[in-house]
């Protein structure tokens, strides 16, 4: 296929933390808000004045020191964070806000400002409890704490606007965006797909590494070039796969997976489309603040949540993604030592695999996968069981 006019600018966007779109928005007088979870609600971090960046470690090497601080037996997503925060990485950052989404997160932020790793004269640390339970009393919480540990601080310590109206113009952009990657992500439905899962995930992955604003004319342009783009006479991929798991910011896991036969036609992780790029819809009844935290709670698909209802929908939702995506098997990934994901990613293969049928590649990986030798074997193989199973169905 002919290369897609902006992929290299993603690409590029994607190769440091403090990017030029990052640059540019605070050239314009506007702060950042750093975060590391998708569990903050990110409408509420991208109010007039302020934008959102996702924390990544691009180009990981040693981890040597956050491994002193945090153990090797931490993940390395959260090691990486803290090495390249003591290095100095994230100095164009003005505030930090993070959920207690892993006790290894809150480890990490925590050693940042302990270690005192950003410079900036008022730079300030919130830290939010947000629920294990999706229910009413988890909703009431998630709103108080969204309340005391975003709007209340962006507001003291900046100014910002945090009012329901300036939410509500907030949501409108968010959507925007959302609303672009969603329509490009349609177009993995394709029997012979027009874009593919490396490219997808670029693009998907720049909306949470760059301020959202600056983005939407090229999302709006590669949308309109996507339309009449033409794939390759003949399809490359042997396997339509559904990605799932725990977080993946590296651009070359799903890369990998592609060069190996598996075409990711759909995403469940941190750092994905699903459910992250979901829409929020507001009415007039309500405060805009709850309406956000009751939609990013009941969506969310995150390990964290533990009531019985929410453990049960992780399956029946990646079932949904494999038949509107038209799947052939699930890849089940986890961060290393990533306790929470350890537990739903043993227990998910399972049921994916015995209850719903699908055929699953289970995998825990590091954080930088690179060009990986063990895991490029293992998706091979997988692959070539899903070619297997699909001539076994088609023999009558």
């Known amino acids: 296929m002919k290369d897609l006019k902006h992929l290299y600018y993603f690409e590029k966007l994607l190769e440091d933390a403090n990017n030029e779109l990052v640059r540019q928005a605070q050239s314009e007088g506007r702060k950042c808000v750093a975060t590391v979870c998708e569990n903050i609600p990110e409408p509420l971090l991208n109010l007039p004045g302020i934008f959102s960046v996702r924390l990544r470690a691009p180009r990981t090497g040693s981890m040597e020191m956050a491994t002193y601080y945090m153990t090797s ?24 806000i993070t959920p207690d989404g892993c006790s290894m997160l809150n480890r990490c932020v925590e ?51 945090t009012s329901d109206a300036a939410i509500r113009k907030a949501v409108e952009e968010h959507n925007r965006v959302c609303s672009l990657i969603r329509r490009i992500g349609e177009y993995r439905k394709e029997e012979n797909p027009r874009i593919t899962g490396y490219e997808y995930h670029i693009i998907t992955m720049a909306t949470y590494a760059a301020p959202k604003y600056l983005l939407l004319e090229k999302l709006e342009e590669t949308l309109e070039e996507l339309k009449t783009r033409k794939p390759d006479a003949k399809n490359p991929y042997r396997a339509r796969v559904v990605l799932v798991g725990s977080e993946v910011d590296d651009v070359d896991v799903v890369r990998l997976m592609e060069e190996c036969g598996a075409y990711v036609c759909a995403d469940r992780f941190c750092y994905g489309s699903f459910p992250g790029r979901d829409t929020i819809e507001l009415n007039e009844e309500e405060d805009a603040l709850t309406q956000i935290c009751r939609q990013y709670m009941y969506r969310g698909q995150c390990a964290r949540y533990m009531n019985q209802d929410k453990i049960q929908d992780r399956r029946k939702y990646v079932d949904r993604l494999a038949k509107e995506y038209h799947a052939d098997g699930i890849v089940y990934q986890q961060m290393k030592f990533c306790d929470p994901w350890a537990y739903e990613r043993m227990l998910g293969t399972q049921i994916l695999r015995d209850e719903y049928h ?34 076994q169905g088609g023999v009558k």
């Not at 037996?73 to 950052?93: D, H, K, M, S, V």
């Not at 507001?155 to 606007?161: M, N, T, W, Y």
């Not at 060009?371 to 692959?383: D, I, M, P």
């Open 111 to 161: 050693n940042m400002e302990l270690l005192k790793t950003m410079q900036k004269e008022h730079f300030f640390y919130q830290y939010m409890e947000i629920p294990m339970k999706a229910d009413d009393n988890g909703l009431n919480l998630y709103t108080l704490q969204c309340r005391n540990h975003i709007l209340t601080p962006l507001h003291g310590k900046f100014g910002i606007d």
């Open 73 to 96: 037996f931490l993940c390395e997503y959260t090691r990486a964070i803290l090495e390249r925060a003591i290095e100095g990485g994230y100095n164009f950052a003005d505030c930090i």
């Open 358 to 391: 699908y055929p699953v590649l289970s995998i825990d990986r590091p954080y930088a996968v690179g060009q990986s030798g063990q895991l490029r074997t293992r998706v091979q193989a997988f692959v070539e069981s899903v070619e297997i199973k699909k001539i």
